[in-house]
């Protein structure tokens, strides 16, 4: 019997490895887990307003704030990138059945040498895919990728992926793209440093409420 308990023991124990390497093994497991546990204590109500993406959405933490009379539930993860935010659909806005899905991402992809425009576009259409499949008549509002000062080196490629997102979600039903990067512009052409941190990647109040101003004629309100 005691030999038993022992070899149930090592089993459980192997068992416990096995599946800590399983959630270590997907990328931002953690944070999903989070988001799966803050559900479990109180799960947000139907048809709201929900944001994935990257840091940019991730960061924006009083987003609520921004929106009063609006129902944001904020599930941008990290420094996501398309695939990765594919990869979660079904864990971070299919349970929600929300009216409307607002996607900040795209600007991690193009920082890969490797990824060219063309397929930041694809991966964004397979996201797009992935949402409609599941939510025919949902409202996807895609925000353009911004003028970062620190990645410089990709504005070409942002640029022309923001004009293939752009020309392809005119082509859908209930697809919204807003252009963030030449709002984001001086008058001179150079970014508004004024509008990020200082690691001139990530923005500061002042670019969300500009970013706040942008959204607001599409924002629906959720009732």
Not at 75 to 95: C, H, K, N, Q, W
Not at 155 to 181: C, L, P, S, W
């Amino acid at each position: 019997m005691r030999a038993k308990q022992q070899l149930n023991t090592v089993l459980l124990s192997i068992l416990f490895a096995l599946c800590s390497m399983l959630l270590h093994a997907q990328p931002y497991a953690e944070q999903i887990a989070a988001f799966k546990k803050q559900d479990s204590t109180s799960f947000p109500a139907k048809n709201g307003i929900v944001f994935i993406g990257s840091s940019s959405f991730t960061r924006w933490t009083d987003v609520q704030n921004y929106f009063p009379g609006k129902r944001i539930i904020n599930r941008a993860f990290g420094g996501s990138t398309l695939p990765e935010v594919i990869m979660y659909v079904d864990e971070i806005v299919t349970p929600y059945s929300p009216k409307q899905v607002v996607i900040y991402c795209g600007e991690n992809d193009l920082t890969d040498d490797k990824v060219t425009p063309v397929m930041a576009l694809d991966r964004f259409k397979q996201l797009f895919t992935a949402l409609r499949s599941k939510m025919p008549k949902v409202s996807i509002v895609y925000m353009g990728m911004k003028p970062s000062p620190s990645r410089r080196k990709i504005f070409g490629k942002v640029m022309v992926a923001n004009g293939y997102i752009r020309d392809y979600m005119n082509e859908q039903h209930y697809a919204y793209f807003i252009d963030t990067y030449y709002p984001m512009l001086l008058k001179n052409g150079q970014p508004n440093g004024a509008l990020f941190t200082e690691d001139s990647l990530h923005m500061n109040a002042d670019g969300y409420k500009l970013w706040k101003y942008l959204m607001d004629p599409y924002i629906l309100r959720a009732k």
